[in-house]
Each structure stands twice: as structure tokens, then as C-alpha cells.
């Protein structure tokens, strides 16, 4: 890809580790069983199976709850030196109910998450940091966000407009500073203020792409594909049939995730978005967003090494 953004360019491959700020909570079912979640923490999730062995940095409660945060994180290998624990707020927690698949959330305040404080990276070699927009919901954290954009790391927005969660002075902020972007379509209908037809969001992710400067947009669409935006064109992928609908929650957590690997290793945007959908459709065949499996992981590197 050409770079395209003066204060974020980077070379066509990323080296060092990913660093993913923001929440890991647990997402609670109506049936009474939870999993963990959270989106950069799923992010996380994935990019430990996918070797590139990302820095996460959160906050949990000094609790249960928290206790099993990190226990989980230790058996699947993740590092945990940036996962700060808090005596005086709860782990995270979000009800999740179901309709046809589709989640809806109801996301509790003050949560441990909401009080990161900045993190020592020094020492580390990092490439990037992957931050959404909840995180910025609260002072303490935003300004641990603030000190993660002053070290000049290139930043990856992913948006998720939760209610009443988000401002869109501060949504569109944190696009133009980014090098890149990813949101659905719905999120883009928001942000631009203004209901878009199917045939128009091609020209609307480009003009957003553009006027803020993004070396990538990727606008998903959910069960109909997604559409990525770089200087050099637009790219639609149709979608990857799901054999056995479980739920779509983390779906776009997993589409992050590969674009990410995909940054890392160089892919042409083509191929980025090819293999995103893929992925993102498997994660729909199960309950929950993370699973400690391998297998899965190797399974999908090995198809794309040979790919």
C-alpha cells in the first residue's frame, strides 16, 4: 500500500509487538453462563494464537473475577506485566442478550477498565497500539490513551458506538488521528450523520477515508461482506457462509484481529479482507468471542502460509 498519512505512514510490514489497550470484561448470557470479552481484549486473544504475542494493557478488580482474567491469560500463554489490578473497582462486566443471533449489551459504569493508568512500554519494541472507542468513556483511562498517542506509536480505531457510551466530536478525533480505521455500517451512517443507501457506502468510505487522512478504512457489513478503502481503491469481499450460526459476538473483534496479523505481515488489502471474512465467520459458529484452542489458530496460519 502507498502511505498516505504525513504523521502515521509506515513500511508495507510491521515489526515489534502490537500493543492493545482498552477493556477486557465478561460478557454474561441470558442462560447464566459468562465469557471472557471485551474487544481489545478479544483482539488480544487472537493475536497471542496468532504468534505475534501482543502487549495488553487493561485493569481488572482485585476479585474473582479478575483473578480468572489473569488465570486465563497465563494458560494461553499471554503476557500479563501490563494488566493492572484494582482494589477499589470490579472487574468488567456486560449482559448480553440475544435476538436471531444478533447481541445487544447493556455495559455497566465504573468498572476496573475505566481506570488504566499509563502504561511503561519502555524496553518494549512495539509496532502499533489497537484501541476502540468505549475506553475513552472515562477521564483516567482517556488519559492513559493520551500517553499511549504521545509515544508516536501508529494507532488502529476500531469503532464501537455503545450508548451512551460516545461522543462524536471525540469518535471523529480519534479517526483523524489514526493510521487505520475499522467500523460497520451503521457506525459510518452515524458518524456522516446521514442514512446511506448499500450502492453508497463505497463513496462514502472513501471520502472518509480520505478527508481523515486513513492509510486504511475497512467498513464491515455484517452477514453481507465488508468494504476496504486504501490510497490505491476500494476492495468489497462477500461474505463467508456460516454453517451453524452460535452468535456474532466478537465477530468483529476476529476481523480485527487478521487485519491486524495482516499489517504486521505485509498482505495486500485484497488479501487482508479475503481472509478476515474467513476467520470472522468461524468465530460465528461458536458461543463467545475467545476459545483456548490452538489448533484453530495453526489451522488458519498454515492455509494462509500456503495461500
Same mark, same amino acid.
Given at each position: #500500500? ?11 510490514? &510491521?515489526?515489534?509487538?502490537?500493543? /492493545? ?15 471472557? $470479552?471485551?474487544? +481489545?481484549?478479544?483482539?488480544?486473544? !487472537? ?17 474473582? &473475577? ?16 501490563? *494488566? ?15 435476538? =436471531? ?14 481506570? /488504566? ?17 468505549? /475506553? ?5 483511562? $482517556?488519559?492513559?490513551?493520551? !500517553? ?12 464501537? &458506538? ?32 446521514? +442514512?446511506? $443507501? ?18 486504511? &478504512? ?22 463467508? =457462509? ?21 499489517? !504486521? ?6 488479501? #487482508?479482507?479475503?481472509?478476515? *471474512? ?28 500456503? $495461500?
Amino acid at each position: #500500500m502507498e502511505e498516505n498519512n504525513g504523521s502515521h505512514s509506515g513500511p508495507a510490514s &510491521l515489526s515489534g509487538r502490537p500493543v /492493545i489497550f482498552g477493556e477486557v470484561l465478561f460478557d454474561q448470557f441470558p442462560d447464566g453462563s459468562r465469557v471472557l $470479552g471485551g474487544a +481489545p481484549f478479544n483482539v488480544a486473544w !487472537h493475536l497471542q494464537g496468532f504468534g505475534l504475542r501482543p502487549l495488553f494493557v487493561s485493569r481488572v478488580g482485585d476479585d474473582p &473475577l479478575g483473578d480468572e482474567v489473569v488465570a486465563a491469560m497465563g494458560r494461553w500463554g499471554m503476557d500479563t506485566c501490563h *494488566l493492572q489490578r484494582d482494589g477499589m473497582h470490579p472487574t468488567g462486566r456486560v449482559e448480553v442478550t440475544l435476538e =436471531k443471533g444478533q447481541p445487544s449489551y447493556v455495559i455497566l459504569p465504573d468498572q476496573a477498565y475505566d481506570f /488504566i493508568e499509563p502504561p511503561a512500554l519502555d524496553g518494549h519494541d512495539c509496532s502499533l497500539f489497537y484501541h476502540g472507542t468505549l /475506553i475513552e468513556r472515562s477521564p483516567v483511562s $482517556g488519559e492513559a490513551l493520551q !500517553h499511549l498517542r504521545r509515544r508516536g506509536l501508529p494507532p488502529f480505531l476500531d469503532v464501537n &458506538l455503545r450508548a451512551p457510551w460516545w461522543e462524536r466530536a471525540a469518535v471523529m478525533e480519534g479517526v483523524r488521528r489514526a493510521c487505520w480505521v475499522k467500523l460497520n455500517d451503521e457506525e459510518l451512517e452515524t458518524l456522516l450523520q446521514r +442514512p446511506l $443507501g448499500r450502492e453508497e457506502i463505497p463513496s462514502a468510505g472513501e471520502r472518509l477515508r480520505e478527508e481523515a487522512g486513513l492509510e486504511l &478504512l475497512v467498513v464491515t457489513l455484517g452477514a453481507d461482506g465488508a468494504w476496504i478503502f486504501t490510497s490505491e481503491g476500494s476492495r468489497f469481499g462477500e461474505p463467508v =457462509k456460516v454453517e451453524a450460526l452460535a452468535d456474532t459476538v466478537g465477530a468483529g473483534d476476529a476481523f480485527s484481529a487478521v487485519t491486524l496479523l495482516g499489517l !504486521h505481515r505485509g498482505w495486500p488489502a485484497p488479501v #487482508m479482507l479475503e481472509r478476515a *471474512l474467513d476467520f470472522a465467520a468461524r468465530i460465528c459458529a461458536q458461543r463467545g468471542a475467545t476459545r483456548p484452542d490452538q489448533a484453530l489458530y495453526d489451522e488458519y496460519l498454515c492455509r494462509w502460509q500456503d $495461500g
